[in-house]
């Protein structure tokens, strides 16, 4: 069994739309990217690169690459899922937090991991996803930003 680790954070932002694991969540604030900004999708994606050896986010997706300006995180799912199978890996389990002061996002930790889950062609039972906030504390806390942390399981296949 390998395992991996991710951790991403974005800055808030007025005038963009939060989306937390592929789903939009209505918020005053959204987070700023090159892509949708969504740091729970990056976080994952790292987590599932780095379990398998292969990289990491910033070589495979630059924020240089014009196309994938404003493109939806999902995507980084779906293709980080092709190359693992294409190394020989499954996905064993991902866990997460998201650290965010607001809003509250416990009624959406189901649909982020179907959402997750359908973009990396598992069960959604493989993936959970739990916040915290950061006390009122620091960059998170003062809602500067959203952070979020992920760790993956890959189990070699044949
Ligand atoms: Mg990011």
Known sequence: MRVGI??????????????????????????????????????????LLGAAGIGNIGELFPDT???????????????????????GYAIGNIDSNILAEKPKLLPYFATMARTMAKALSIGADRIQVKAKTMEGLGLVGTEQAIAAQAIATLIPLE
């Not at 963009?16 to 700023?32: A, D, M, Q, R, S």
């Not at 404003?70 to 190359?83: C, Y």
């Open 6 to 47: 991710g951790f991403d954070l974005h800055r808030l932002g007025p005038n963009t739309p939060l989306v937390l694991g592929g789903v939009v969540i209505p918020h005053h604030l959204g987070l700023i990217g090159h892509s949708d900004g969504d740091v729970l999708c990056h976080a994952v994606t790292d987590a």
């Open 65 to 87: 690459d014009p196309q994938l300006k404003g493109a939806s995180s999902l995507r980084f799912l779906e293709h980080s899922a092709d190359l693992l199978r294409q190394h």
